[in-house]
């Protein structure tokens, strides 16, 4: 299994090439308590593009400490594109993820060849009741972030994955990305993003509704707005045919 030696700790990452059509790569960022396996086979192995999914540092296989902000997020993942040679990508943020691309393009914008945002904010404020409940009830709050996490009629299979993850991720790594999150907000800063950027929203998304994903495509300059009909926050996995097909659109049209 591929690990890279970063000054931010051994992160893993799965990496998929084939036959690369586009210079720029893919660099998929994953959410709170997540991994790798928080994005499709589909997207992760997707046709013509060079495309990296890695952990972030503490998170799935990855070593390293937690981060305790999404700066910090960020700049895990500008050293792991330093590590892997990568100068620009096309950066493929869910949720937190989607965070973490913002700041990249807003901070470092030369690594941000463009964005896709998906099921995300410019602001993700936490319901104090989560925050308390992961520190008092774990496992009850766990099942409610899923039930938020999900469509109704998501596949069973999926959202027992999801599910699963979250427990594994445990207790620590939850209420550290939660926390960081809580603390996000770069709603005045959108109009300073100058990558191309492509918001994706879930049309049954409870966690970041489209609301939020359109205050996003509405600000920045060079961006477009998708829907996906009956998709939850876990669009990703729940529509990868809808999300894959927005993303290879948008930036194959754009060259990247």
């Known amino acids: 299994m591929p690990y890279v030696e ?7 990452y799965t990496e998929s090439r ?6 720029v790569p893919l660099i998929l960022i994953h959410g709170a308590g997540s991994s790798h396996l928080d994005w499709p086979e589909e997207l992760r192995n997707l046709p013509g593009y060079r495309v990296l999914a890695p952990d972030l540092p503490g998170h799935g296989r990855s070593e390293g400490p937690l981060c305790l902000t999404i700066a910090e997020c960020a700049d895990a993942v500008t050293r792991f594109m330093d590590a892997m040679g990568i100068e620009r990508a096309i950066l493929v943020g869910h949720s937190m993820g989607g965070a973490i691309a913002q700041w990249i393009a807003l ?9 896709a945002l998906v099921g995300t904010g410019a602001r993700l404020k936490v319901s104090p009741k989560i925050m308390v409940g ?17 469509a109704p009629d998501a ?81 990703a996995l729940e529509k990868p045919d809808e999300v894959v097909s927005a993303i290879r659109e948008e930036f194959g049209k754009n060259g990247a």
């Open 107 to 115: 901070d470092k914008p030369g690594y941000a060849a463009g964005l």
């Open 6 to 12: 970063t000054s931010k700790g051994r992160l893993f």
């Open 134 to 150: 992961l520190q008092e009830d774990f496992e009850n709050t766990v099942d409610r972030i899923v039930r938020y996490s999900w």
């Open 18 to 23: 084939g036959e690369v059509a586009h210079d």
């Open 155 to 235: 596949p069973r299979e999926l959202v027992e994955m999801g599910r699963q993850m979250l427990l594994e991720a445990g207790q620590e790594v939850l209420l550290r990305d939660f926390r960081a999150c809580d603390k996000f907000d770069v709603m005045l800063y959108l109009g300073r993003i100058t990558a191309p950027t492509l918001v994706i929203s879930g049309e049954l998304d409870s966690m970041t509704p489209p609301r939020m994903g359109e205050y996003i495509a509405e600000r920045v300059r060079r961006s477009s707005f998708i829907l996906v009909p009956g998709a939850g926050h876990m669009m």
